[in-house]
């Protein structure tokens, strides 16, 4: 057990206390002032822009210092620009979102004699978000986006996984926001465990499923509403009328960047049996151009700790050992069994079986099984057969092919002829089914997950005919609304 870990295990009591005095104050304040202004909510949208901009350089540098290894680069496009892009597209709608929604009566008569019927989306109150750290900024201030933008406050629980990263976003959150509005809590998992015991308005959590599990158990005790966003073996269905040299340089892009440790990174890929070759020597290609060497290399992100980093090579000796070809793609012929940092090349595990952990598992890491089929419909069978992933991925130039894998296959969301990217589209909601998550968020739908949604119907001034005859004593007027709400 490290240091940090006993002193973040002799501290959880205190903190305990100190997260429910938050938590009180956080709703007080938000009974006292109600809901914010549109112009409130811009402000602390602006803060968070502002911070992430101040701190840029130090969130790349402790990303680096918690990672090992991580270019700067990586946490630009990923963590800082990827934060700033999600705030910025709040800001620029959340006053169209506030609007009320008008929607029609029932019956439509009513309407057309004045009552209204309408849609409002009031604050929640006080929104707890447990973030991951494979984006630690990111999976923090994305969510923050909708949080915001829906008039909420928040408390946040950093991943003790990045420990210098946390407490860098500690102190951006002390400096730009008064515990009222946003407080954050870094820690180890008793901390966590206590964070996700309290009464909040709605809580998100990303991160593991098996994880989930405990975070939705303990949120059910004040049943808290849950936003899960959680990950899954994100399959590839690669098309034989695909561009070959393009499909593998995307799927290797996706699968190397932060050294595959995304939640959305393509896990495993089915191609034709009879292109198998042709995959295999495109993303050898692919490797060789992106990361000519690789241990040294300041660009190939190190895996975040040594029980994941012997977790992966766990996956890549069991599927050996196992009489599946493993084929590391390695341009340098460099030797990492004694490195400095935790990396490990990309590695392709040609055939695997179900019977393998690295089918078994979500693998977060540089590894890739890659199976054979003989049909498309084979391939959408074999995704059918497992948990409903977070991501699927299609490339080819077939559009009804394509349909016919989108329509038959169920995921949190789809990229055709690329991986990942739909979690960058603003206007698309983002959230998984089943194992991989419940809930979404981004955008407009990030707004509306982090509100409630108070339905308002407001009656006519004076009664109409038929609405009295609808009261005791029941007579003709009954029978005939009765007769006329059972025809067919």
């Excluded at 295990?9 to 305990?16: F, R, S, V, Y």
Aim: neutral net charge; hydrophobic residues 40%; glycine residues 8%.
């Amino acid at each position: 057990m490290s240091v940090a870990h006993k002193a973040n295990q002799a501290k959880t009591p205190g903190e305990l206390a100190r997260m429910n005095e938050v938590l009180r104050l956080q709703k007080a304040a938000h009974i006292r002032d109600g809901a914010p202004s549109a112009e409130q909510r811009i402000d602390r949208i602006d803060r968070c822009i502002n911070l992430l901009i101040k701190y840029e350089g130090e969130i790349a540098r402790a990303l680096n210092a918690d990672f090992g290894n991580r270019a700067e680069a990586v946490s630009g496009i990923t963590d800082i620009a990827g934060s700033i892009g999600p705030l910025k597209h709040a800001k620029a709608h959340l006053k169209g979102w506030m609007k009320a929604e008008k929607r029609k009566t029932t019956p439509a008569l009513l309407g057309l004699f004045g009552a209204k019927a309408e849609v409002r989306y009031q604050p929640k109150g006080v929104v707890g978000v447990i973030s991951p750290w494979n984006f630690p900024v990111n999976l923090t201030f994305a969510p923050l986006a909708g949080i915001l933008a829906a008039g909420n406050r928040a408390m946040v629980k950093p991943s003790e996984y990045t420990p210098v990263t946390s407490e860098v976003m500690a102190k951006m959150f002390a400096e730009g926001f008064t515990e009222e509005e946003i407080a954050c809590f870094p820690g180890g998992p008793d901390v966590g465990q206590a964070f996700s015991e309290l009464a909040f308005d709605h809580l998100i959590f990303t991160g593991a499923t098996s994880i989930a599990r405990h975070v939705m158990a303990a949120a059910a005790k004040n049943l808290v509403p849950l936003t899960l966003e959680l990950g899954g073996k994100s399959p590839v269905i690669v098309s034989r009328s695909a561009d070959y040299a393009t499909a593998a340089a995307r799927i290797m892009a996706g699968k190397t960047l932060n050294a595959g440790q995304i939640c959305l990174a393509p896990d495993y890929v089915l191609a034709p049996a009879d292109k198998l070759d042709a995959f295999v020597g495109e993303a050898k290609k692919a490797v060789h151009q992106m990361f000519p060497t690789i241990r040294d290399n300041p660009d190939y992100t190190a895996v975040i700790a040594d029980r994941h980093f012997e977790r992966i090579k766990g996956y890549v000796d069991d599927a050996r050992a196992k009489g599946a070809e493993v084929v590391e793609i390695n341009p340098a012929d460099e030797d990492f069994r004694q490195q400095e940092h935790r990396k490990i090349p990309p590695t392709l595990i040609i055939n695997p079986t179900d019977e393998m952990k690295v089918m078994q598992e979500e693998i977060f890491g540089p590894v890739l099984p890659v199976i054979t089929y003989r049909s498309v419909d084979e391939a959408v069978d074999y995704v059918n057969a497992h948990d409903r992933p977070l991501g699927l991925y299609y490339f080819g130039a077939d559009a009804a092919e394509q349909e016919r894998v989108v329509e038959r296959t169920t995921s949190g969301g789809v990229t055709v002829n690329d991986v990942i990217f739909h979690v960058a589209q603003e206007d698309l909601p983002f959230g998984g089914v089943g194992p991989s998550g419940m809930g979404s968020y981004h955008g407009h739908d990030g707004f509306k997950e982090f509100s409630h949604k108070k339905a308002i119907y407001t009656q006519l001034k004076k009664d109409l005919g038929p609405m009295k005859a609808l009261r005791p004593p029941y007579g003709e007027g009954v029978k005939k609304y009765l007769a006329s709400a059972l025809k067919g």
